[in-house]
Nanobody, 128 residues
Framework: QVQLVESGGGLAQAGASLRLSCAASGGTFSRFHMGWLRQAPGKEREFVGGVTSNWIGSGQYYADSVKGRFTISRDNAKKTVYLQMNSLKPEDTAVYYC???????????????????WGQGTQVTVSS
């Protein structure tokens, strides 16, 4: 059983930066494809970005809305995936979730239903 715990959320002003972390336990972290997703109030959960397993090259994928502002990275030794968020906007306000998948379609096709494990989420609030 894989457990994911997010941290690093909080309140930020527009234009500022935050870095989210997601620590994993259980399972073989390096084989999982890792994703970040978010859900704003009254909206559906959406794909933010993901990084594929090291076994196939750790490719990164991003939603258009965050491309160029957010960066995903993973540290397999620490079993942690990060989401560096720069140039934050009020519309980035949401609960951010970390998720792990064994099927690459979760990342490449941004299919939320393909994620196998989810964290509990961390709140990010961006003020204007």
């Amino acid at each position: 059983q894989v457990q994911l715990v997010e941290s690093g959320g909080g309140l930020a002003q527009a234009g500022a930066s935050l870095r989210l972390s997601c620590a994993a336990s259980g399972g073989t972290f390096s084989r999982f494809h890792m994703g970040w997703l978010r859900q704003a109030p009254g909206k559906e959960r959406e794909f933010v970005g993901g990084v594929t397993s090291n076994w196939i090259g750790s490719g990164q994928y991003y939603a258009d809305s965050v491309k160029g502002r957010f960066t995903i990275s993973r540290d397999n030794a620490k079993k942690t995936v990060y989401l560096q968020m720069n140039s934050l906007k009020p519309e980035d306000t949401a609960v951010y979730y970390c998720a792990a998948a064994t099927r690459i379609s979760a990342i490449v096709d941004r299919t939320l239903g393909e994620f196998d494990y989810w964290g509990q989420g961390t709140q990010v609030t961006v003020s204007s």
